[in-house]
C-alpha cells in the first residue's frame, strides 16, 4: 500500500512538473519588442503573438509629429531586444536622440518605411504609409522576418501570425474598395489641413484638396500664402467638407471652414490609434471607421 501510494505520489509530481513546462512556457514572452508606433505596435503584436512583448513610445491619440519620449522610454529601449520605427524621417527629431541615450545597437533598430515603396512629394518622403493596407502587408513580412531572426523557434507562429493577419489585411482591403465605390468619382475629394492622406487617396482613387504641399507632410503649419492657395483651390473645387484629424489643432479647419463654407468634419484618425472602447483602438478598426466617416460625409 506504502508502495502503491509513493508510486502515485511520484507521478502526481512528474505530471505537474511536465504542466509546468508546457503552461507557463508557452505563455511567457521571448522577445522584448519596442515601437515608436502605437500603430505598429498593433502589427508586432498581430505577428508575434504571446512569444512577443510589445511596448508603443507613442501612447494612444498622441502626434507623432510633436512627440517627446520620457526618461523612462530610455530604458525601455535600452533593454529591448527590437526597436521597430516607422521611419522616412518621421521620428528622426527626436529617435535619434532617443537611441543615443539608451546606447542602443543599431543592428535591433529597423525602421519599417524602408520596406514599402514611399510616396516622394516634391522631394519630400511622406512617411505616412500605414493609410495603404497594401503596404502595411509589405511591413507585416518585414516584422516576421525580424522577429523569426531573432526567436528562430518562433518562426513557424510568426509565419503563421503575420499569414493571419494579412488575411485580415486583404478583408480589409476588399470592404474599402467597396464602401468607396458608393462614392461617385466626382464626389471624391478630400480637403485636409494635414497632408497625411496621400497613401489612402492614392489607394482608392480620391483626389486631395488643400493639404498638398510638402512641408505638411511632416506637420508643419502651411504659410500665409499656402493658406491662401488653399481656399483658393476648395473654393474652385466646391468641396463640401474639409477633414481634420484627431491630433492636429482645428484652427486652420475653422478658418479654411470661415472662407470656404465647407463644413468640418472631425474624428479622421490618421497618426494614432485611440483606447479601448473608441472604435479605433487597433489598425484594422482604425482604418474602417476613417472609411466610414469619409464616405459618409462626401456621400
Known sequence: MFRSITVLVSAMALFAVACSDTGPADEMAVLNVVTTSNIVADWARNVGGNRVEVF???????????????????????????VLSVGLALEAEWLSKLLDSA???????????ESIDPIVVSGVVDPHFWLDPLRVKMAVLQIEDELSELDPDGAAQYRNDAGT?????????????????????????????????RYFAETYGFTLVGGTFGGNIAGQEPSAEEMATIVDTIIETKVDAV???NA??????????EETGAVIVSGVRTG?????GSGAETYINMLRSNVELIVRSLQ
Open 56 to 82: 508603443s513610445l507613442l501612447p494612444a491619440q498622441a502626434d507623432p509629429h510633436s512627440f517627446r519620449p520620457g526618461a523612462q522610454d530610455v530604458t525601455r529601449v535600452a533593454d529591448a531586444d527590437l
Open 103 to 113: 546606447s542602443a545597437d543599431n543592428r535591433r533598430v529597423v525602421a519599417l518605411g
Open 165 to 197: 493577419y494579412i488575411a485580415a489585411l486583404d478583408e480589409l482591403q476588399e470592404w474599402t474598395l467597396k464602401q468607396v465605390a458608393t462614392l461617385p468619382e466626382e464626389r471624391r475629394l478630400l480637403a485636409t489641413t494635414h497632408d497625411s492622406l
Open 243 to 245: 477633414f481634420v484629424e
Open 248 to 257: 492636429v489643432n482645428d484652427r486652420l479647419a475653422r478658418t479654411i471652414a
Open 272 to 276: 494614432s490609434l485611440a483606447g479601448p
